[in-house]
């Protein structure tokens, strides 16, 4: 079965620290590719896509994220992490064979936490 | 700037009882999505809808029920609330090409005791 995996489902960083979140999914297709960040009490918001197009990918807030195919990997990086950094991250894939209705496959999250 | 709007934000309700919760999106986008979120499992599915009058099941859609009589607005039914149903959940709507993202509502918390 197709499916999400992130690596760590608490992370914890200094700030100013280097962020490394990571995301491998099973396919030999290669997907369309999300990252979406989740701050308390509120919906998902889109960080950046990966879409077949360059394979390192910039996003908001600093993020950037790279697709290795040979991995089947897409994680999510900061040079420097910030507090406002703080937040839930969700790795996301439309994975291309027997997908009507482009459905998202999420991974299971990773809770991001910078300490001062 | 609306975007995805849902309601209630919060709600509790009893065993057995029955309720729709209201998702609402003003881009004019063709698919349309519910999920539930509990943690460590991410969001999983649970309909979805890619036009106006059509629906399908995703992958836990036992318990619930949805319409999409207008284009803007997708329903999520539970007839007989039961308490794993307990969770939070995201209505998220998008535009026709398929690397588009998605894009989500503030969700609505749902208690069952």
């Known amino acids: 079965a197709q499916s999400v995996t992130q690596l760590g489902s608490h992370v914890s960083v200094s700030e100013g620290a280097l962020v490394l979140l990571r995301c491998n999914y099973s396919s030999s297709v290669p997907p369309y590719l999300f990252w979406y960040v989740q701050y308390p009490n509120q919906g998902l918001q889109l960080l950046l896509k990966?879409?077949?197009?360059?394979?390192l990918v910039k996003g908001i807030n600093g993020f950037e994220a790279e697709f290795k195919k040979s991995e089947t990997s897409f994680h999510l990086t900061k040079p420097s992490a910030h507090m406002s950094d703080a937040a839930e991250y969700f790795c996301?894939?439309?994975?291309?064979?027997?997908?009507?209705?482009?459905?998202?496959?999420f991974g299971g999250g990773t809770r991001l936490m910078v300490k001062p | 700037n609306a975007g995805v709007t849902q309601t209630p934000k919060f709600r509790v309700l009893k065993t057995g009882q029955s309720m729709t919760l209201l998702c609402a999106q003003d881009m004019n986008h063709e698919y349309m999505y519910w999920y539930r979120q509990d943690p460590g499992m991410g969001l999983r599915l649970i309909h979805y809808s890619v036009g106006e009058g059509t629906t399908a099941k995703g992958e836990v859609p036992d318990g619930y029920n949805v319409s999409r009589l207008k284009k803007q607005n997708f329903l999520l039914g539970l007839e007989s609330a039961a308490p794993s149903q307990t969770s939070v959940y995201f209505c998220a709507s998008r535009g026709p090409a398929n690397n588009q993202p998605q894009h989500f509502g503030d969700g609505t918390r749902l208690s069952i005791l």
């Open positions: 990966y879409t077949s197009a360059a394979t």
């Open positions: 996301a894939v439309i994975f291309m064979n027997n997908n009507a209705g482009n459905m998202l496959t």
